[in-house]
């Protein structure tokens, strides 16, 4: 390959964001010449990926619906001490073997893995390797970046694909199976059941230290799969996670007003706040993208973000909550009682999209933290 590379656009980051962003442009603009830059040698990571059928529009489905490697029409079950329920929304997963095929195929030499990035203009990208890469537009999808400026809890797991030697008898996923033991904050397991043998088993936990210690957690996903009555023939893949889940900050220092570069995905903070839940904003966002003339993504991308961020307070007023007026052991109450309201209200809320009347009634009635700890929480913070 030359030392000398043009495009149109280059996104840079070859994760969820990033991958997006490049499908939908390749459909809806095949008239320009994007470029997909990855550091690693493969596109996606190690992820999986999950969403609600109401999370995306039934008119964009097109962009993720060939990534899906694993669909549950049934829908899917919550469980806690004293509270189980079956929601009837069917559940997507996207695997990143999948995602990594599928972006293959579809944009072929335009994504060029095992390239870290050296240095980036809104017009350049340098490699680590020498190359340069002209471009009348850039954008930066490389995750989260610096996060000093919010003020963040975190949602932290490992998950585990497990082959059983005998079926498992899950037949639709759980979301959050709660009636585990409380450790390191709102502690849950996530289930989703590849095949009668085989089911994906995370651990997860609304913690206030990012701090993973993986073979601890792992040792849980064991002794959980043992109280099942599960054996474990193979551990056939295993992944880890932290997402921020921010309830303040200042986001005029997380992205400053002349930072030259144009910003997607987490690295933009379009992410769901109170869960790190990105896939929704990362559909919408690729296809208002395509809409976009790339002489001002800079100034459009951080106006979305920022716009974003406003809606977003709501939701971080309920992390505020979660982290400042719940003791760590409890907070399982604070979803035990969010999954006793109304099915739609509950979809609403994982795709970001809370009516004012949702909103009242998730703080409506007797909280389920002290009064006086909501009180001084409410009254701390404001951003």
């Known amino acids: 390959m030359s030392n000398s590379l043009s495009c149109d656009l280059a996104i840079i980051g070859g994760g969820l964001a990033g991958g997006l962003i490049a ?5 809806r603009r095949p008239d320009l010449d994007i470029l997909l830059i990855e550091r690693e040698a ?16 039934d008119a964009d489905r097109w962009l993720v619906d060939p990534l899906v490697a694993h669909r549950w029409p049934g829908g899917h079950d919550v469980a806690f001490p004293g509270h189980r329920r079956t929601l009837a929304t069917p559940y997507n997963s996207i695997t990143s073997s999948r995602f990594d095929a599928h972006l293959r195929t579809v944009l072929g030499d335009r994504a060029i893995t095992g390239a870290a990035v050296a240095d980036m203009t809104a017009h350049s990208v340098t490699l680590a390797d020498g190359r340069m890469i002209a471009a009348q537009a850039v954008i930066d999808a490389r995750g989260g ?4 400026a919010l003020r963040c809890g975190w949602q932290k797991f490992v998950g585990q694909t497990l082959r059983l030697g005998r079926p498992h008898g899950i037949d639709r996923p759980v979301i959050m199976d709660a009636s585990v033991p409380q450790i390191d904050g709102y502690r849950f397991v ?6 009668p043998h085989t089911i994906f088993v995370e651990d997860t936990y609304y913690s206030d230290s990012p701090a993973l210690d993986e073979p601890a957690v792992a040792a849980r996903i064991a002794a959980y799969a043992q109280a099942r009555g599960w054996t474990v023939k193979a551990l056939v893949h295993s992944e880890s996670g932290i997402l921020p889940v921010v309830h303040g900050g200042d986001f005029d220092r997380f992205w400053p007003r002349d930072a030259p570069v144009a910003r997607a995905g987490v690295r933009a903070g379009l992410f769901h706040p109170m869960t790190g839940y990105s896939l929704p904003d990362g559909v919408n966002f690729a296809l208002w993208l395509v809409e976009q003339p790339l002489a001002t993504l800079p100034a459009a991308t951080r106006a979305r973000a920022a716009a974003h961020w406003r809606a977003g307070g709501y939701y971080r007023l309920l992390g505020r909550m979660l982290f400042g007026a719940a003791a760590p052991d409890q907070r399982w109450r604070i979803f035990e ?4 309201l109304p099915a739609p209200l509950i979809q609403r809320f994982y795709a970001g999209r809370s009516r004012w009347t949702d909103r009242a009634r998730i703080l409506c009635g007797r909280p389920p933290v002290p009064i006086r700890s909501a009180m001084r929480v409410l009254t701390k913070h404001s951003a």
């Open 23 to 27: 499908l939908a442009f390749a459909t």
């Open 42 to 57: 493969t596109l996606g990571g190690n992820h999986l990926w999950s969403f609600f059928d109401g999370d995306v529009a």
């Open 145 to 148: 970046g610096d996060l000093g």
């Open 190 to 195: 996530y289930l989703l059941p590849v095949d």
């Open 337 to 340: 009682r969010f999954y006793r």
